[in-house]
């Protein structure tokens, strides 16, 4: 995507950083949402947090969890919320600038987590969003874009011999 192309380079590299590589996909794998104390079934808790994406700016979700029970010993997890972003100053490239937001945001999902090993076994997210992107011209001509985003993230743990 960025070869011969410095101007796209700098914009993905802001946003798609190691630290906010790891913040945005460490949220699936690395269970900061999971309760800190034990659970009833039925019981609910929210999880607020804040991911950094460089010029994208920051996206805010506000998730609220639930513990639905077992299946097949592992621990049936389903998760509502909001997503949004905080705009930072726009990005400047080529005597352009661009900027981004996010709202009306919805996120919603199922996950199965293994607790005797610590994993998800599987997990499902649905998300539904307004992005907004500014883009103001070198002729000073502003231009605005608005697109609908909608996504199915699935992840599923495999076993190495059943890749083979």
């Not at 979700?61 to 513990?67: A, E, L, T």
């Not at 900027?99 to 199965?112: A, Q, Y």
């Not at 649905?126 to 907004?132: E, F, G, H, S």
Request: proline share 4%; glycine share 10%.
């Amino acid at each position: 995507m960025t070869e011969d192309n410095p101007q796209v380079a700098q914009m993905l590299e802001s946003f798609l950083n190691t630290d906010s590589f790891k913040r945005n996909f460490g949220g699936y794998f690395g269970l900061h949402w999971l309760p800190r104390k034990k659970v009833k079934l039925a019981e609910k808790w929210n999880v607020e947090d804040e991911v950094p994406m460089g010029a994208l700016g920051t996206f805010v979700s506000s998730m609220d969890y639930q513990f639905e029970g077992w299946e097949d010993n592992l621990a049936a997890l389903s998760c509502s919320g909001s997503l949004s972003s905080r705009a930072t100053e726009p990005l400047e490239q080529g005597g352009m600038t661009v900027g981004l937001t996010v709202e009306n945001g919805r996120i919603s999902g199922r996950t199965l987590f293994d607790p005797q090993h610590g994993t998800v076994n599987s997990s499902t997210l649905k998300t539904m969003a307004d992005l907004k992107v500014t883009i103001k011209g070198p002729d000073g001509v502003t231009r605005n874009m608005d697109q609908k985003l909608s996504q199915k993230y699935v992840a599923e743990l495999v076993r190495i011999e059943d890749l083979q």
